[in-house]
């Protein structure tokens, strides 16, 4: 479902739908879905701050709004407790003058319900995205800027990015697929899980690996200056222009050029 919402106000909190009830391993499961749009006019970026439940960001190249669809979820063991959660759980879009921030609302107090929320933003792609997920994946594609994500647990892919993108994760999977230019940075920080980076063969950026307890592989990248051990991996592409640093707990790093 897509229903773009022209905004002028710098709050919009926005419904549209209906409710639907069914069951999902044995919890009563309610949904609801959330669809508006705020213009940009002053802001330069998107802040996301999420609590639990999948985050995608799309950048569009004619795009003059931040275009905001989700889908709201709450897990119960009745169908009158998911729906009592659901009356507590929404989507607030609000701006400055600087950015366009989107955030999930929801009771402090789960009282033993689960509360998703899975948005699709799109965005112009010329705009700064910064997201901050609890537990959920993230999906980023076609941004020309700065990209922030700090993510507790989750996934993580990101694809067609230019700028720099910096990520922080306790415990998940990332896989990113970055064109990075020149004194551009690639930072990721995972606790436990996988790191999957792909990145052209042309980029040049200086190249930090370290893993605590896992492996690391280089694929199809001429890194100058290669210093190996047993749990790191450093060296230079290209000129050293931008800077690439991946630092994993548990897991597997692999950097891949295309």
């Known amino acids: 479902m897509r229903k773009i919402v022209p905004l002028i106000t710098a709050l919009a909190i926005a419904f549209a739908g209906c409710d639907d009830v069914f069951e999902s391993g044995g919890d009563k499961v ?3 879905t959330f669809s508006s749009a705020v213009e940009v006019t002053t802001q330069a970026s998107l802040r996301v701050e999420a609590e639990n439940g999948g985050v995608t960001v799309i950048g569009a190249a004619n795009a003059d709004s931040v275009t905001v669809d989700a889908v709201l979820e709450v897990r119960a063991g009745t169908v009158e407790d998911a729906q009592a959660g659901l009356a507590e759980l ?3 879009i609000r701006t400055t003058e600087d950015a366009v921030i989107v955030k999930t609302l929801r009771p402090e107090d789960t009282d033993g319900r689960t509360f ?3 948005y699709e933003i799109v965005v112009p792609k010329d705009l700064e995205v910064q997201i901050t997920n609890a537990n959920g994946g993230i999906v980023v594609e076609s941004i020309e800027n700065t990209v922030v994500i700090e993510n507790a647990n989750g996934s993580m892919d990101l694809q067609d990015i230019i700028g720099s993108f910096f ?3 306790g415990n ?3 896989a990113a697929e970055v064109a990075l230019p020149a004194d551009g940075t690639i930072e990721i920080i995972i606790g436990n899980g996988n790191v999957d980076l792909f ?3 042309s980029t040049s950026a200086d190249f930090s690996a370290t893993v605590g ?3 690391i592989s280089v694929v199809n990248l001429t890194l100058e200056n290669m210093v190996t051990t047993d749990a790191s991996v450093t060296g230079r ?5 931008g800077t690439i640093a991946l630092q994993l707990g548990n897991g597997t790093i692999t950097a891949t050029g295309f």
């Open 30 to 32: 309610a949904t609801d």
């Open 90 to 92: 929404d989507v607030e």
């Open 116 to 118: 998703v929320v899975d």
């Open 167 to 169: 990520a922080i994760l």
């Open 172 to 174: 998940g999977e990332v």
């Open 199 to 201: 990145i052209p063969v």
């Open 213 to 215: 307890n896992g492996s």
């Open 237 to 241: 592409l290209g000129s050293g222009d």
